[in-house]
Nanobody, 117 residues
Framework: QVQLVESGGGLVQPGGSLRLSCAAS????????MAWYRQAPGEQRELVAV???????NYADSVKGRFTISRDNAKNTVYLQMNSLKPEDTAVYYC???????????WGQGTQVTVSS
């Protein structure tokens, strides 16, 4: 069982930056693939970025070059650095942990990011 707690969301002007954090409970954090998803009002949840247990990363085309996902296994935390934010980045951002051997997926409660002037 993994519990995930996101933080770092808020209101930012277009062009600004935010860093989201996701703290995980449990001792097996390093074996999980970690990801950030987002869901805007009236839209489906979409994958933003993923970092595997081996540190490989992948990004949605819409955020490439602006967002960076990273992890600190010693702190059981995954981060999402978001730069050059746009109004279309406004959404609730969710942290996800995926355990490949068991196919179990865990979700945080989400953190709101609003990009507006």
């Amino acid at each position: 069982q993994v519990q995930l707690v996101e933080s770092g969301g808020g209101l930012v002007q277009p062009g600004g930056s935010l860093r989201l954090s996701c703290a995980a409970s449990g001792r097996a954090f390093s074996i999980y693939d970690m990801a950030w998803y987002r869901q805007a009002p009236g839209e489906q949840r979409e994958l933003v970025a993923v970092i595997t247990s081996l540190g490989r990363t992948n990004y949605a085309d819409s955020v490439k070059g602006r967002f960076t996902i990273s992890r600190d296994n010693a702190k059981n935390t995954v981060y999402l650095q978001m730069n050059s934010l746009k109004p279309e980045d406004t959404a609730v951002y969710y942290c996800n942990a995926y355990d490949n051997p068991t196919l179990r997926s865990y979700w945080g409660q989400g953190t709101q990011v609003t990009v507006s002037s």
